[in-house]
């Protein structure tokens, strides 16, 4: 059974449950009801993959990574279901793994609850059936090794995709670099997320538990702020499970891309999915004053209609770009080794800031500089030319 379902599944099922913090008593037992209520499958002596957000090295009261807390709920879970062996493992975008998961407090979680750390190489090519883009994934070897990949994305929003969870979280199985070229291929924001989409149909067993006690919101996924939102999420179906977190926090689903695709592709009618929630009523719960991004997909993708010899008037006034503050910037250089286009230079000033250039024209707006700067250095905006703009290569 494959992460996002290519064929009609009737009525997919989330388990919704409120949770206020990360107290072990309270959240074995709420993973347990969550898992019982969203059909977890018998793991009796199954090889177990468990992924958590790995973003970047950050404490785990940032909301950047999946909380510790969470994690070491699901191992005792697992291990009480009869899991006959765990691993843990991601592949963040710049960093070593271990570094991540260590200043995450997941590493320490693994180690403490008798699983073992994994690092991503990449393993046998995997069939993606029903694919439309991409039809075979070199994933992390650990999946060839497992039976079951338990994932455990943190709710937050995203520069790229609007929102991220279950479906995005999926992405950091391909290891290292392989994320960049992901990117470089499918800069369009609608193929990029039919690739995502893809991606998902190329694994067989897995299971989603969403970390939504403490989500992320505003610059999300990696310079946001931390949001209470008190629920956890339970799913077969990484996009019904989606579809209903996202909706929870004030977005229309239907205008995020590879949850719209997920979903079309599934059978299940836009307008009233047929996602079974048993007693939550989204409606009812939606989190009040949650800071969303915007649809950036959309703003992008109108560029793209635009006759070639209006670009630069309408780069002006629809695409968003990185824009680096030197006030903040530390020259670190993560931007610079992330980019998949190889956009960014870093520059000096006379009076010994850091400036990071970027070539416009090269830039394909994947916005995984913002993810990763450890400062809050880059946000993103509107072009604006003035004379002053820093620009590599000028
Ligand atoms: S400059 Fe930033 S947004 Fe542009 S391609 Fe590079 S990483 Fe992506
Ligand atoms: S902008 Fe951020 S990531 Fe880039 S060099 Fe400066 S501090 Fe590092």
């Known amino acids: 059974m494959s992460t996002i379902q290519p064929t009609t599944r009737a009525n997919p099922k989330v388990a919704v449950l409120s949770c206020d913090g990360y107290d072990p008593e309270i959240l074995d037992k709420i993973i347990d009801q969550a898992a019982g209520e969203a059909g977890f499958p018998d793991i009796t002596g199954k090889r177990i993959l468990v992924k958590p957000n790995l973003l970047k090295a950050a404490a785990p009261e940032e909301a950047v990574t999946t909380h510790p807390g969470f994690v070491a709920a699901v191992l005792r879970f697992l291990w009480k279901r009869g899991a006959a062996s765990i691993q843990v493992g991601d592949s963040p975008g710049h960093q070593n793994s271990r570094a991540v998961g260590k200043a995450s407090g997941i590493f320490q979680a693994a180690m403490d609850g008798g699983a073992s750390w994994v ?3 990449p393993g046998e090519p995997r069939h993606a059936a029903g694919a439309k883009l991409v039809k075979s994934f070199r994933l992390a070897s650990a999946l060839d090794d497992c039976d079951l990949v338990v994932n455990l994305p943190k709710l937050k929003t995203h520069r790229l995709a609007s929102y991220t969870g279950a479906v995005k979280n999926l992405f950091g199985l391909l290891p290292g670099l392989a994320k960049s070229s992901m990117h470089l291929r499918f ?8 690739m ?12 989603h538990f969403l970390d939504g006690i403490v989500a992320m919101q505003g610059e999300g996924p990696g310079n946001g702020d931390p949001f209470p939102l008190g629920l956890v999420f339970a799913s077969k179906d990484a996009a019904a499970l989606d579809w209903v977190a996202a909706s929870t926090i004030g977005y229309d689903p239907r205008k995020i891309p590879y949850l719209r695709d997920a979903m079309g592709r599934g059978g299940h009618a836009l307008e009233s999915p047929g996602i079974d929630t048993g007693s939550y009523v989204i409606e009812k719960k939606r989190a009040k004053g949650f800071k969303l991004l915007p649809y950036t997909a959309q703003a992008n993708a109108s560029l793209s209609e635009i006759p070639h010899y209006l670009e630069p008037l309408a780069m002006r006034f629809l695409a968003e770009r990185p824009i680096f503050n030197k006030e903040r910037c530390e020259g670190c250089s993560a931007c610079i080794r992330i980019c998949p286009a190889e956009a960014l230079e870093l520059g000096r000033l006379k009076d010994g800031k850091f400036q990071v250039l970027i070539d416009d024209k090269a830039c394909i707006t994947c916005y995984c500089c913002h ?3 450890p400062v809050g250095a880059v946000s993103i905006g509107k072009i604006v030319w003035r004379p002053g703009r820093q620009r590599k290569g000028k």
């Not at 800069?187 to 039919?194: A, N």
């Not at 998902?200 to 897995?206: F, M, P, R, T």
């Open 371 to 373: 993810e990763v700067c």
């Open 196 to 207: 995502l989409v893809d991606l998902g149909l190329s694994i067989e067993n897995s299971f």
């Open 187 to 194: 800069s369009d924001k609608i193929q990029f997320g039919t």
């Open 119 to 121: 690092d991503f190489v």
